[in-house]
């Protein structure tokens, strides 16, 4: 993780069903660096990842640098579903969620407020 990017205690991965699961995380993304200009809240790459939410959970895009791109959550060369009985509030004014597969199946609660 980047110096200018923060995440308070409340999410875990598990490999077996590439599952990220976020239990009332706070994910703030400022000027830090992943994927060339993009500041990327959650990154993944060449796989169909899950996203099971439980609790309130929380991406706040705060960079200002016009010449970036900030998105809260990218799926490269994959697939996304979100799952779960909690929250996601993504606040920010770039893109929210950029998947590049041919699905996003969203079952759990979003929210997405411009800054």
């Known amino acids: 993780m980047d ?6 205690a409340g999410f875990s991965y598990v490999a077996a069903t590439k599952t990220l ?18 500041r990327i809240g959650i990154y993944a790459r060449a796989i169909d990842l899950t996203i099971a939410l439980a609790g309130d959970n929380a991406i706040e895009l705060t960079g200002a640098d016009p010449e970036k791109q900030y998105i809260a959550i990218q799926v490269a060369e994959g ?25 996003f199946a969203n079952a759990g609660r979003l929210t997405f407020r411009t800054a």
């Open 3 to 8: 110096a200018d990017a923060s995440i308070a």
């Open 21 to 38: 699961v976020l239990e009332d995380a706070a994910i703030v993304i400022e000027e830090g660096h992943l994927d060339g200009d993009n």
């Open 79 to 103: 697939n996304l579903a979100i799952t779960g009985s909690g929250s996601l509030t993504v606040t920010g004014q770039h893109r929210s969620i950029h998947v590049d597969g041919r699905e």
